[in-house]
């Protein structure tokens, strides 16, 4: 079993890239995707950014029907809040999502209908929520964090050290939201960094998981089977390597999940890997051998599991399987928002965010490798890029064996 790791190298020009538009042109941003299980609603998290402005952004939760992309924008229950981790049910008739209030440690979960009205509360807490997620059986689970000291992440602030030191670490653990009440599915003394939903007869998970602090121990997180408070261990790896991503196959039989030599949690990038979940003693299996490219995601999309993928320069998306195969290759970053190549599915459907270099993001949606574009928010607002005569195409400079460094020469 071979893993790699791709190290994204920009060699900026000296000369700033100019805006072709007026400083005060706002930017239009999308983050954290769904689609509703017919493919016909969107749900996503918009973000207005003025450069006049010093203060970070707080996102609006919007509703888009498909093909035409007509938005609802959800109104919240305060100003201060910030929403995130929206999840449509499995009827599609309700969408969930998570509030945080300004500057505290005050959550929610809210629920809202297809239309965008009936708005309702579902859970009140005090402490960190992640990554909210309805089951097959149209139960809420969500990570959380009872009384957190700090938001989760490595990236985030410390927690004020007083009295002992280290004698408490915060444990995120995955619950069900069961009558205004969490009930904890795995156990005290794990840090669950992610999970997904096992289809079965009773609310279980597969998920990555490590004892001790979340910040310290995510490298040697290892993938376990949750429910109803117990854990077991499915699949420990080697020191040298991490994994991430868990994506449970829709009949519940196996999980797939990425692994690789990492760094931070969050900044996934791999082979792509698959556990038989039918077998006490199964070992899992490369689904990407002697691949030079680096999965960063993976999505179930009408029964097929898709790799998205970042080879050189270009996004990828790979089916994974014995049926006629399936590749489509782009120029731009396609994403769900974030830095590197991810796709969002629901039946035949799927939504990428579409951006490069010299233009801003905007959502398409459609089949997959048949997008059409869904917003028009960010019209005109482009970077012109001119190319001196002496510079070069984008290359792949050489590196140590067994690395591959992706290098990226800009000349504005």
């Not at 629920?111 to 309805?134: A, D, I, M, P």
């Not at 050189?312 to 190549?341: C, H, M, R, W």
């Amino acid at each position: 079993m071979s893993f790699k790791s791709i190290v994204p190298v920009f060699l900026l020009g000296a000369t700033l890239l100019t805006p072709a538009l007026a400083a005060e042109t706002p930017l239009h941003l999308f983050s954290a995707p769904t689609l509703s299980p017919d493919g016909r609603l969107l749900a996503t998290l918009d973000t207005v950014e003025h450069p006049e402005s010093d203060e970070t952004p707080v996102p609006s939760l919007v509703l888009r029907t498909l093909p035409d992309g007509k938005a609802i924008t959800i109104t919240l229950p305060c100003k201060a809040c910030t929403p995130s981790s929206p999840s449509w049910s499995p009827d599609g008739k309700h969408l969930a999502f998570l509030v945080r209030q300004k500057d505290t440690q005050n959550r929610q979960i809210l629920r809202v209908g297809s239309n965008g009205k009936g708005l309702e509360t579902l859970l009140k807490f005090t402490g960190s929520l992640q990554t909210l997620r309805y089951g097959p059986d149209g139960s809420l689970a969500v990570l959380a964090i009872a009384g957190a000291r700090r938001d989760p992440g490595a990236l985030q602030a410390g927690a004020p050290e007083t009295g002992e030191i280290d004698a408490k670490e915060d444990e995120q653990r995955i619950a069900t939201v069961e009558k205004n009440a969490l009930h904890w599915q795995s156990p005290e003394g794990l840090y669950v960094y992610e999970y997904d939903w096992q289809k079965s007869d009773h609310p279980a998970f597969i998920g990555t998981a490590a004892e001790g602090n979340g910040d310290a121990h995510w490298w040697q997180a290892h993938l376990s089977h949750f429910a109803d408070g117990q854990e077991r261990v499915l699949y420990t790896h080697a020191l040298s390597q991490q994994i991430g991503l868990p994506v449970v196959a829709p009949d519940g039989k196996s999980v797939s999940f990425v692994a690789g030599l990492m760094s931070d949690f969050g900044f996934f990038g791999g082979d792509a890997l698959q556990l038989d979940l039918t077998r006490q003693d199964a070992s899992p299996t490369t689904l990407t051998p002697n691949s030079k490219s680096t999965v960063t995601g993976l999505s179930w999309c009408n029964n097929r599991l898709i790799a998205s993928v970042l080879s050189s320069p270009k996004t990828v998306f790979q089916a994974l399987d014995n049926q006629p195969p399936l590749t489509i290759s782009d120029d731009d970053l396609l994403s769900d928002g974030g830095g590197e190549p991810r796709l969002i599915c629901a039946g035949t459907q799927s939504v990428v965010i579409r951006q490069n270099f010299t233009k801003a993001p905007e959502l398409w949606a459609g089949p997959i490798g048949s997008w059409k574009q869904i917003t028009h928010l960010n019209a005109g607002l482009s970077v012109p890029a001119k190319a001196p005569a002496s510079a070069g195409p984008v290359t792949d400079l050489p590196c140590r064996a067994g690395i591959s460094r992706l290098s990226l020469v800009l000349n504005p």
